[in-house]
């Protein structure tokens, strides 16, 4: 692998991570941020939806705080392990393009019963990062030991 697409990696990963895993662990602490005396902003706000049940705390952990933590941390060791790193890219794109669709099946279902077309800045980001992930995938792809 070249010096320019080692870089270009790291620094992907690098950003990747710095992105999932403060999600992840703001999704953990959100149901006790009172509790615990934090000043953050409100999670459930920042995503629009709100707990109306137990369970539903433990529904906003697991997925919206394990799955990021994990992808976080994924992201960490690929930085130092190649083949980890573009198990974590080949995870991302498929998460990524999976939510991308449903946003956008949304968007054309959606029009069709009068919600408003939204293309949000999470629509945006998720095309982005799907398509410099399968860049990615694309290169990494052609090496037959990823150092």
Known sequence: MNILTR???TIFLLLMAAVYLP?????????AQDALGLELPSFY???GLSVISPIGYSEFAGIYG???IVI??????GIFNKQIGLFAIKILVFLVGSIAL???LLMLLGS????PAEINAF???????????IIFIKLLKNTDHVT
């Not at 629509?123 to 992930?133: A, D, K, N, S």
């Open 23 to 31: 999600i992840g662990l703001w999704a953990i602490i959100a149901p």
């Open 66 to 68: 394990g799955i990021n």
């Open 72 to 77: 976080g941390v994924m992201f960490l060791i």
């Open 112 to 115: 069709q019963a009068g919600l």
């Open 45 to 47: 706000e920042a995503v």
């Open 123 to 133: 629509l945006i980001f998720e095309i982005i990062v799907f398509l410099i992930g």
């Open 102 to 104: 449903g946003r956008f």
């Open 7 to 9: 870089i270009s990696l």
